[in-house]
């Protein structure tokens, strides 16, 4: 049957069937870029932000292991009663950073619908 037909529709025929594969490839290409948009905005929102929170966490834990280890490794009482202090406070500042990061997972639960 296509053999019947002209050169010229021939070639605009496979042209156009060309120009139609490319602006089906375009279109799913635009599509998956905005959805890798999304989910990018979401991470730098949301996600980076429990991580760090979360490293903050981890370091002032570390600090209160260093603290306490030098606190025992002095042995004096004064430096003792320091030490515990500074190791107060940092407790006192990785548990409000552990409440902040327990609200933020709590509200994404509710807002995702996950209880």
């Known amino acids: 049957m296509l053999r019947n037909w002209p050169l010229a529709t021939r070639l605009c025929l496979g042209l156009g069937l ?37 490293n903050l966490l981890i370091d002032r834990a570390n600090d209160i292991a260093r603290t306490l280890a030098q606190g025992l490794l002095e042995g004096d009482d004064a430096d003792l009663d320091r030490v515990r202090e500074l190791a107060r406070s940092a407790r006192s500042a ?22």
Do not use: N, P, Y
């Not at 375009?26 to 929102?45: N, Q, W």
């Not at 990785?94 to 209880?115: F, M, N, P, V, Y």
């Open 18 to 54: 060309l120009l139609l594969t490319w602006l089906a490839v375009t279109a799913t290409a635009v599509h998956g870029l905005a959805g890798t948009r999304d989910r990018l905005h979401e991470l730098a929102t949301d996600h980076f932000t429990k991580v760090v929170q979360a």
């Open 94 to 115: 990785a548990q409000t950073s552990l409440d902040w990061l327990w609200k933020q997972i709590a509200r994404r639960r509710e807002t995702c619908g996950r209880g």
